[in-house]
Each structure stands twice: as structure tokens, then as C-alpha cells.
């Protein structure tokens, strides 16, 4: 395993990589840099943490959004939507008070 130092919204991590697949994990890590970044720049969350799930949950969507052939929906600003700001309230109830989700 490769170690590589990527940055992700600003922050830096180093992530274990297979030889010969670093063009691979550069393009997903864009992906969630762009996913995160949209998220945080939509406005109406805040916390790191939240966009990290919120980007997560919006990139496991995405493939099986394109499997049921529906047109997808627009992935650069997700913020703002209704789905989204229903998940976003959801994520709040269970994160409670202190907004840690451990």
C-alpha cells in the first residue's frame, strides 16, 4: 500500500492507497472534495461533520439513482432542495444537542 496526502474541503488526510491506483483514489477524492464543498457552499450546513454525511449519502445514491434510468438529479448544488433539507432536519433530531454523532 501506497500512502498518499490528500486534501478534502480544505483539510488534510493521509489515505492508504493499492500501488498503481492513485489515479483512482485522486478522482474519488475530487469527487468528495466537490460533493463536500457544494454542500458546505449551498449555505445551510454548517458543521463538517453533517456535510460529510450528507455528501456520503448523496454519492451511495447517485449509482443507484442512474440504475432506475431516471434523469439525475443536479449533483452541484443539492443544497436547498426539498430531499435535502428533509435529511438535513433528520440529521439534526438524531445528532441532538451537541451535533457529535458519537
Excluded at 59 to 87: C, M, N, Q, V, Y
Amino acid at each position: 500500500m501506497k500512502q498518499m496526502e490528500v486534501t478534502i474541503m480544505g483539510q488534510s488526510y493521509i489515505l492508504s492507497c493499492p500501488e498503481g491506483r492513485e489515479a483512482e483514489m485522486l478522482a474519488a477524492v475530487a469527487q468528495v472534495d466537490r460533493e463536500m464543498s457544494a454542500i458546505r457552499d449551498g449555505g445551510k450546513v454548517k458543521a463538517r461533520e453533517r456535510i460529510a454525511v450528507l455528501a456520503a449519502l448523496n454519492l451511495a445514491f447517485a449509482p443507484a439513482e442512474r440504475t432506475a434510468d431516471r434523469p439525475p438529479t443536479k449533483a452541484a448544488s443539492p443544497a436547498g432542495s426539498p430531499d435535502i433539507d428533509k435529511l438535513v432536519q433528520r440529521l439534526d433530531q438524531a445528532l441532538g444537542a451537541d451535533g457529535q454523532l458519537l
